[in-house]
């Protein structure tokens, strides 16, 4: 069974809005990067950097193969969005006394599981769309799982900074 040319419109709709949320998620990294520049957290957060942005070109690669291209007003909202919850965070916490860190690190992780939703979904489908049926949705998935657990130990330390004693 082939993907109809209606759901086809669907499939590009959905990868449209997966790669907008990935370039929140690089915005957002590249800001944690800044953040903490000089100190332990740049290294963890560009080697997420990286990964994610890999991630992103082999999503880009599979909108390109399905006939679509990036949706530059999602990717322009993604883009502000990230910019007006950072400013929304600086205002709530502007000593950085550790809830900023929280909230994004929490932002970060739903990005992920949604991430490895969008890796599970294509998998489901990937016999009946040409453009998907070369695609290592397993090792996607492994690595998406692998950033899921990193992030989930920096989310609990950042937890333990805002709220501990």
Known sequence: MRISSMNADHLRTYL???????????????????????KPLEQVFGD??????E????L?????????SEGLVRNATAFVGEKLS???????DPAGSGLSL?????????????????WRSLKTVAS???ALSNIDFD???ERAEAQSRQVEELRIEAARQAFGG
């Open 86 to 92: 950072r400013v929304k965070l600086l205002l709530e």
């Open 128 to 130: 009946d769309a040409p």
């Open 55 to 58: 991630d992103q070109d082999a």
């Open 48 to 53: 997420l950097r990286r990964e994610i942005g």
């Open 139 to 141: 090792q996607l998935d």
């Open 16 to 38: 449209k809005d997966h790669f907008a949320g990935s370039v929140a998620a690089t915005q957002l990294l590249d800001h944690l990067i800044s953040a903490h520049s000089g």
């Open 102 to 118: 929280l909230e994004k690190l929490e932002a970060l992780a739903l990005g992920i599981q949604g991430k490895r939703m969008l």
């Open 60 to 68: 880009q690669k599979i909108l390109k193969q399905s006939g679509g």
